[in-house]
């Protein structure tokens, strides 16, 4: 191990013996009391040295062994150290080629953020290879959401619609004006290939159907029929076998993200629609209408540029945040969001005990609770004001949530 301060917090002096590390609430900490010849062996810990070489320069600074000791460790608890050098086969592959790294920096200098353990950031940026996402939907918000995934280092992303590409189908890192005319998912999957930081994997015509396909880490519908938005069909397939799948898109000027639905977990498109049908026994008739007259009259739906790519951004960070491992506020709850005045807001959708996904059963809403107190933080998020570790008695430094 190299032990290395996170880069991606930016560190500060808050008297003559308190480090900052970090700006904003949410990952903001402080470390003290800090005497003078721990602050400057502080400036070490820059990847280039292992703990052997670590506790040498720290006699030179006449700091025992013990206290550089614990001090590595306290700061490996609090979540404030990197490790520049281990890390497992895939880790060092990544390393070896330093184009896609540095195409990939920022964000894994952001999920350093997000990651407690030393080196699991990079582990994380190395499984995203690894990983396939197929993307149901190349209108404004399909097209730059796959996009927004390729590039953030997903190892394929496929996309699938019909048609051809419209003139109102383009949009700044989806479809580019050139692709009018041409087949719509081969266009998207083009410009997923332009925005990936390495060679992704091609899949053209002739490659078989994956519909349904487990081998899917996630599945994400997000059609341009705006309908289909505002009303999604049940994805028993999905449901099935297994495969996680999200919902976005725009309808009528609200864009919309989620539900996330963990197949048996967390409710899905089946308990929305019978959630509605009980508020509204006039639901299913509304829908069939809205359905029938989406096939009858070919239309442009609505759907704002700036608010397609809010959409696609936020659906891409809940896609993310589930891929590595987490379970985003939208599992068990629609986020909405309407114009003009642009507040976003949670929708809980509950498992429904008439649905055939089984998520009441056996969820008992044990996720759907873990998202609602989620919610909270999208809209109002304040400094804890508990000590995030709890500092052991006989060390003199500890290191605590800054009140920012």
């Keep these: 191990m190299a032990p290395l301060l996170k880069p991606a917090l930016r560190r500060g002096w808050r008297d003559?013996?308190?480090?900052?590390?970090?700006?904003?609430?949410?990952?903001?900490?402080?470390?003290?009391?800090?005497?003078?010849?721990?602050?400057?062996?502080?400036?070490?810990?820059?990847?280039?040295r292992g703990p052997a070489l670590l506790r040498e320069e720290g006699r030179q600074l006449d700091l025992p062994e013990s206290h550089v000791d614990g001090l590595l460790e306290r700061l490996s608890r609090a979540g404030l150290l990197d490790d520049a050098r281990g890390g497992s086969p895939a880790v060092?592959?990544?390393?070896?080629?330093?184009?896609?790294?540095?195409?990939?920096?920022?964000?894994?200098?952001?999920?350093?953020?997000?990651?407690s353990e030393p080196g699991e950031a990079m582990e994380l940026l190395a499984t995203r290879r690894t990983l396939r996402v197929q993307v149901r939907g190349a209108g404004r918000v399909g097209a730059v959401l796959a996009s927004l995934l390729?590039?953030?280092?997903?190892?394929?992303?496929?996309?699938?619609?019909?048609?051809?590409?419209?003139?109102?189908?383009?949009?700044?890192?989806?479809?580019?004006a050139e692709s009018v005319g041409a087949r719509r998912d081969e266009a998207a999957r083009r410009a997923v290939r332009h925005c990936a930081p390495d060679n992704p994997l091609r899949r053209g015509p002739q490659s078989p159907s994956v519909d349904g396909d487990p081998g899917f880490s996630l599945v994400v519908l997000a059609p341009r029929d705006d309908v289909s938005v505002h009303a999604p069909p049940s994805a028993d397939t999905f449901v099935g076998s297994g495969t996680p799948h999200l919902y976005a898109?725009?309808?009528e000027g609200t864009g919309v993200v989620g539900p996330l639905v963990l197949p048996g977990e967390t409710s899905c498109a089946g308990c929305l629609h019978e959630w509605r049908t009980d508020r509204d026994p006039a639901w299913p008739r509304l829908v069939a209408q809205w359905r029938s007259g989406a096939r009858r009259v070919r239309r442009v739906p609505p759907c704002d540029l700036a608010l397609a790519t809010t959409v696609a951004g936020l659906a891409a960070a809940h896609a993310l945040a589930f891929l590595d491992g987490r379970v985003p506020s939208s599992a068990g709850a629609r986020w909405e969001v309407s114009l003009p005045a642009l507040n976003w807001?949670?929708?809980?959708?509950?498992?429904?005990?008439?649905?055939?996904?089984?998520?009441?059963?056996?969820?008992?809403?044990?996720?759907?609770?873990i998202a609602g107190e989620s919610h909270e933080t999208m809209t109002e998020q304040g400094p804890s004001k508990k000590s995030r570790r709890t500092a052991a008695a006989a060390r003199p430094a500890g290191t605590w949530r800054a009140h920012v």
Excluded at 94 to 114: F, G, M, Q, V, W
Excluded at 152 to 172: K, L, T, Y
Excluded at 345 to 369: N, Y
């Design 345 to 369: 807001h949670a929708r809980p959708v509950w498992a429904h005990p008439a649905c055939p996904c089984g998520a009441a059963e056996k969820g008992k809403g044990e996720l759907t609770s």
């Design 249 to 251: 898109g725009v309808v």
């Design 16 to 48: 003559l013996n308190t480090v900052q590390f970090g700006m904003t609430p949410a990952h903001a900490m402080t470390l003290g009391p800090m005497d003078t010849a721990t602050g400057s062996f502080l400036e070490l810990l820059n990847g280039t």
């Design 92 to 115: 060092e592959t990544l390393r070896r080629k330093k184009k896609l790294l540095d195409r990939l920096r920022p964000d894994l200098a952001s999920l350093s953020l997000t990651t």
């Design 150 to 176: 390729s590039a953030a280092g997903i190892g394929e992303v496929d996309v699938r619609d019909g048609g051809h590409v419209e003139p109102w189908d383009v949009a700044p890192g989806g479809l580019p």
